[in-house]
């Protein structure tokens, strides 16, 4: 089973209520708070993947350092 996410659950209630709202009283404010809901559940859903240097690909055991080339050769 899933782990529980309280962030997650948080904005969906939330995006509940803003939706409700948004559809009983279609106003400008409600809307911009169901946007902000929703981009608040997209961001909880897909949590943002790590930094650059997680990102960064291991180095293979023939290289050496950043100025090393596919082909063996350095540059000169």
């Known amino acids: ?3 529980p996410n309280a962030r997650l659950d948080a904005a969906r ?8 709202s948004a559809r009983g009283v279609p106003t400008p404010e409600a809307w911009a708070k169901l946007l902000a809901a929703g981009k608040e559940l997209s961001a909880a859903e897909n949590p943002r993947t790590r930094g650059r240097r997680g990102r ?3 180095a293979r055991s023939g290289e050496i350092g950043a100025g090393a080339v596919e082909g ?4 000169e």
């Open 72 to 75: 063996g050769e350095g540059i």
């Open 56 to 58: 960064r690909r291991p």
């Open 13 to 20: 209630k939330a995006y509940r209520e803003a939706l409700e």
């Open 1 to 3: 089973m899933a782990k």
